[in-house]
């Protein structure tokens, strides 16, 4: 059973701080995405990294892909109160199938 | 125009009944999928769809029946209810299954008592 751990789990930080969530699994994957889920709705599409070692940039937030295809990180910098969510990575298989990771809650302090 | 809906958004109900949770999307994906998110967050796939074939079942009780009258709708009927089967229920479709976004719809939360 594949299986994608993020830590941390919960994240509390001050609004400007910077933050990096991580997401590791001993299985590759074809490619990696990363979803943000906010309370009341379902998980919403950030970014997809399909390249071993790419780094994907979306304003604040940089997603960077593992070389070998296990595991990737998201960077946040200068955190705000609108980047509070839960953060879900997700990994495809060879089979396709999407494996969800286990979820960081984040919680940006004003 | 929401793309990924579903229905209901909330669902009480008692243990031992049998309920039904629709779903529609209007983007033209070939894909559908049912998610289980429990009370920790965590998203796993139930059941995948592809252009109306059944495609992925996770050892899902077989209470769980999935059914795609058209590649447009996936509806999931549940039998018999169970207390643990208390969880938001996500449905979602994409384009090429896996390798492309999912978009999800809103989430039924189903309390069975």
């Known amino acids: 059973t594949q299986l994608l751990e993020q830590s941390p789990q919960f994240l509390s930080i001050q609004e400007g701080e910077n933050l990096t969530v991580y997401c590791n699994s001993s299985s590759v994957f074809s490619s990696l995405q990363w979803y943000r889920q906010e309370p009341g709705e379902g998980p919403v599409l950030l970014v997809t990294v399909v390249t071993g070692g790419e780094v994907k940039k979306l304003k604040r937030l940089t997603f960077q892909f593992g070389d070998a295809r296990k595991d990737s990180s998201l960077h946040i910098t200068a955190a705000q109160p609108g980047d509070t969510g839960l953060y879900l990575c997700?990994?495809?298989?060879?089979?396709?199938?999407?494996?969800f990771g286990t979820g960081t809650r984040l919680t940006i302090i004003p | 125009d929401t793309a990924v809906s579903q229905t209901p958004k909330y669902l009480v109900t008692q243990m031992g009944n049998d309920k039904s949770i629709k779903c529609e999307q209007n983007?033209?994906?070939?894909?559908m999928y049912w998610y289980k998110q429990d009370s920790k967050k965590f998203l796993k796939i139930m059941f995948s769809?592809?252009?109306?074939?059944?495609?992925i079942n996770e050892t899902v009780p077989n209470r769980f029946s999935p059914k795609s009258p058209d590649k447009a709708h996936l509806n999931l009927h549940i039998n018999s209810l169970e207390l643990g089967d208390s969880a938001v229920y996500f449905c979602a479709s994409s384009a090429l299954q896996g390798l492309t976004e999912a978009f999800f719809g809103q989430g039924t939360r189903l309390t069975v008592v």
């Open positions: 997700a990994g495809a298989s060879g089979n396709e199938k999407l494996t």
């Open positions: 983007l033209g994906h070939d894909t």
């Open positions: 769809y592809n252009n109306k074939e059944l495609i």
